[in-house]
């Protein structure tokens, strides 16, 4: 069953430093979406990717953040400055043209800013 | 977009019947009821999704009134493993806009 992946799994880094977290989305999926979950809250929208720009974002995704599809498989989410608050999971998902509500999420970085 | 309540948590033992419901009064007539899985550290999962009355799959059920302002999603058979956060959420079907998930139900299934 296809799935959608996520590298790494785990990124610690220092306040201040630059992060990419990596997805791969789902082979013929066409809309793409970033979410983050810090630890005992909710899962929160950051923004949605269809034909090479970004479809919508989120109050969360300002201009630190940034999302770039750079060859036909990857889809990355860049976090230029990074902060204590930016800890959480970060989720990629991806979703059909034509589906039925249905995201598929991939299994998280979680990320630590120390 | 429709809000929804659900309950925080609720705790049951293994082989029991599980029924998590949630409201939605101001749903919209072109919106459906989704219902997503969480494990901890892990992505939400997609369980079911329904308009009205009755929808069964191979994990679970769900039960939708004719007036559509609340749903209950029915795990039949829970076992230790079903120990997961259980979110509604209602939408436009075939929309392609971003998931807004609420608290969701902490549902801990006890041996």
């Known amino acids: 069953e296809p799935e959608v992946t996520q590298t790494p799994s785990h990124q610690v880094t220092q306040m201040g430093q630059e992060v990419i977290l990596r997805c791969v989305p789902i082979s013929n999926h066409l809309y793409f979406y970033w979410y983050r979950q810090i630890l005992g809250q909710k899962v929160e929208f950051l923004v949605s990717?269809?034909?090479?720009?970004?479809?919508?974002k989120s109050e969360i995704f300002d201009d630190q953040f940034s999302v770039e599809r750079p060859d036909g498989s990857n889809f990355t989410l860049k976090i230029r400055s990074t902060k204590l608050e930016d800890s959480a999971m970060y989720f990629c998902?991806?979703?059909?043209?034509?589906?039925?509500?249905?995201?598929?999420f991939g299994p998280g970085t979680r990320l630590t800013v120390l | 977009l429709a809000k929804t309540t659900q309950p925080i948590s609720m705790d049951s033992y293994e082989g029991q019947e599980v029924n998590i419901t949630c409201s939605h009064n101001?749903?919209?007539?072109?919106?459906?009821i989704t219902w997503y899985q969480q494990f901890p550290s892990q992505g939400p999962r997609f369980i079911i999704q329904?308009?009205?009355t009755k929808v069964t799959n191979e994990v679970a059920s769900l039960f939708i009134p004719a007036d559509r302002k609340s749903s209950t999603l029915s795990l039949p058979r829970v076992s230790l493993s079903d120990t997961a956060v259980y979110y509604c959420l209602v939408g436009d079907r075939g929309s392609a806009r971003q998931l807004t998930f609420g608290s969701g139900t902490q549902l801990t299934v006890l041996p």
């Open positions: 990717f269809y034909n090479n720009e970004i479809s919508e």
């Open positions: 101001n749903i919209a007539t072109n919106d459906y």
């Open positions: 998902a991806s979703f059909p043209s034509g589906g039925y509500n249905e995201q598929f």
């Open positions: 329904g308009y009205k």
